[in-house]
């Protein structure tokens, strides 16, 4: 029904918008088509060839600004037209005449870079063919390599009406090791037979951009720059604002807005204020699940001092968990790394390596004689397996990088989680699911919690709120030291191990002598959860960084900008 309401509102929008006239600038100097080719070089730099088909009437000369460079540097600029090398002039005048200008091209340094100029000559039809080389366009980040980089801005610039892009390596580009987005314009991006390829679906126009972010997970480059960042923190500063960060009911709902914005404001608001008035309020007189901040609220200061939930495995509450914001891959992983150990299923061993210099390696050895009968524990279990070698041995890199090749296969356990449990708990009567109706016939369904599902998620946050407050835990006397493995399996769900076992050592120094899990077990299963979650959500977003449409919004954190324009 969701749907309908929004192609009654994309209906009524296009047929405002249809109303409206509008007008279009005419420019004078126009450009009909931009090539890119960029050739990746294996130090990280880039060696870029631009193609402008270009139609020229008015101004003395053409110039791409080179700013926001971040360290690289622009060497090696020629141009020539229609196949004609131009000369290099080392004092360029931008206010030189035309005649001056023409057959030359030169470079004019700003306060925050660098402005490649050539003359315009005559009048009439050009076929500037610009070639120039950046270093650094690839960056090493901590968990791989990456280049985030604005080839064109399209603000009081001569905007193309197509745009093409060829990007090659010195290998081949993989779909395994390469992660692909396109930012700031209407068009397409594919990795084809090792290069990625892209294209303009539209006409480019002041408000937009090229920008281009690709990420190398097998890092295959040697770049002199480096970036304090992940994979994954680059990815979100590029998509943030990007409709890469959107589902298809979000691009619908945006369609209508930018339709509407041609002449149908404030009457599509109108319609959308009445159903979202009707909708929340039936929603919220039907008592919904209480979740996330208000949930915490209402528990603040409360405590249970028993695991919560013994019924079955934790995945069982995977859906609760994840509505105040707790549970998640890295915290899982990490909950079957200690009860694994805790059984026997993995061994942790230390190998000295290196002639000269020594170094410590820490691998986890598998028992090939597991035998889970918990799904979501066998899925879990399967990461791990996969990532060790013939020996069944696994260590923390291999980890990283399997889980970043592999991370669909991660998704999909990530995304299974909740609906199962959710399903679980309505089917064990822990929840219940209800059909409202709003507008009249209009239905939807409200998630509720029964008498005993409130309960249970009232100990869920309380327990968290009882191995936080550190004083409590203490209360525990010696005889109930061995339920103390359980609560440390409970602490990686809330992502608090290492604090739990910190104040353990304080309370109950013999605990980790005497116990199954010492304390350099907690940090060392911590690192491997967390090199595995670093791999997964390195490699994982929204669209899966696997090419496509690209987005009119997004591109943050780039460098370069080509601005420009002619003068």
């Known amino acids: ?29 126009s450009m009909s088509s931009l090539d890119y080719s960029i050739e990746l070089q294996e130090d990280g730099s880039g060696i870029i060839t631009e193609t402008r088909q270009m139609y020229l009437t008015e ?24 196949g004609e090398p131009l000369t290099y002039e080392p004092n360029w005048d931008i206010d030189a005449s035309r005649e001056e200008k023409a057959g030359k091209y030169g470079v004019v340094e700003t306060s925050n870079g660098q402005e490649l100029s050539w003359g315009i000559g005559e009048y009439g039809e050009h076929e500037y063919t610009v070639t120039y080389t950046i270093t650094d366009m690839v960056r090493q980040l901590e968990d791989g390599q990456g280049m985030n980089w ?18 090659t390596g010195p290998e081949p580009f993989t779909t395994d090791d390469t992660r692909i987005w396109g930012f700031g314009f209407d068009g397409e991006i594919y990795l084809e037979d090792g290069e990625l390829v892209g294209w303009s679906n539209a006409a480019l126009s002041d408000s937009h951009h090229i920008t281009i972010l690709m990420q190398f997970l097998d890092s295959p480059f040697q770049p002199n720059l480096s970036l304090d960042q992940t994979l994954s923190k680059q990815q979100k500063l590029a ?10 009911s979000d691009d619908q709902t945006g369609m209508i807005l930018v339709i509407a914005l041609g002449g149908g404001v404030l009457f599509v608001a109108l319609i959308a204020l009445v159903f979202g008035g009707s909708y929340s309020r039936a929603v919220k007189r039907a008592k919904p699940l209480i979740t996330g901040k208000q949930r915490k609220q209402m528990n603040e200061d409360q405590y249970h001092r028993d695991v ?9 509450i995977a859906y609760l968990l994840k509505e105040v914001g707790k549970g998640g891959m890295e915290g899982y992983f990490n909950a079957f790394m200690l009860k694994w150990l805790k059984e026997g299923y993995v061994t942790i061993s230390h190998q000295e390596t290196g002639r000269v210099f020594k170094n410590e390696k820490t691998s986890i050895k598998l028992d090939p004689r597991e035998s889970f009968t918990h799904k979501f524990e066998r899925r879990f279990w399967k990461i791990l397996a996969s990532a060790a070698n ?8 291999k980890l990283k990088k399997w889980a970043q090749k592999n991370y669909k296969k991660i998704q999909a356990i990530d995304t299974d989680l909740p609906k199962k449990s959710k399903q679980m708990l309505i089917d064990q009567f822990y929840l219940n699911e209800i059909e409202v109706t709003y507008l009249g016939n209009m239905k939807t369904k409200v998630t509720k919690g029964t008498e005993k599902g409130e309960q249970l998620f009232n100990h869920i946050v309380q327990f968290e709120n009882y191995l936080r407050d550190f004083s409590l835990l203490d209360e525990r006397e ?12 409970w602490a990686s769900l809330y992502g608090i191990a290492e604090q739990v076992a910190e104040q353990l050592k304080d309370f109950h120094p013999t ?12 940090y060392m299963m911590h690192i491997f959860s967390r090199n595995m979650s670093s791999g997964y959500s390195s490699a994982v977003n929204s669209a899966s960084g696997g090419g496509g449409a690209t987005s009119f919004g997004g591109g943050g954190g780039s460098f370069g900008g080509g601005g420009g324009g002619s003068r």
């Not at 919560?308 to 069982?316: I, L, N, S």
């Not at 013939?390 to 890199?397: A, E, K, L, Q």
């Not at 030291?481 to 399996?489: N, R, S, Y």
Request: proline share 2%; glycine share 4%.
């Open 1 to 29: 029904m969701r749907k309908n309401v929004q192609k009654v509102l994309i209906a009524l929008a296009v047929t405002l918008a249809l109303s409206v006239t509008f007008s279009t600038r005419i420019f004078a100097n």
């Open 59 to 82: 101004d003395t000369e053409i110039y791409i600004v080179m700013e926001n460079l971040g360290g690289s540097e622009v060497t090696d600029f020629h141009v020539s037209d229609f």
């Open 150 to 167: 604005q080839l064109f801005d399209g603000q009081n610039n001569i905007n193309p009406e197509e745009v093409t892009i060829t990007i």
């Open 239 to 248: 998509t943030d604002e990007s409709t890469y960060n959107t589902d298809s």
């Open 308 to 316: 919560p939930y013994r019924d079955g495995p934790v995945t069982d």
């Open 390 to 397: 013939d020996d069944g041995v696994v260590s923390d890199s």
């Open 478 to 489: 010696a005889k109930e030291v061995a339920l103390w493995d359980e609560l440390l399996i």
């Open 511 to 522: 605990y980790f002598e005497e116990g199954h899990i010492s304390y350099a077990d907690i």
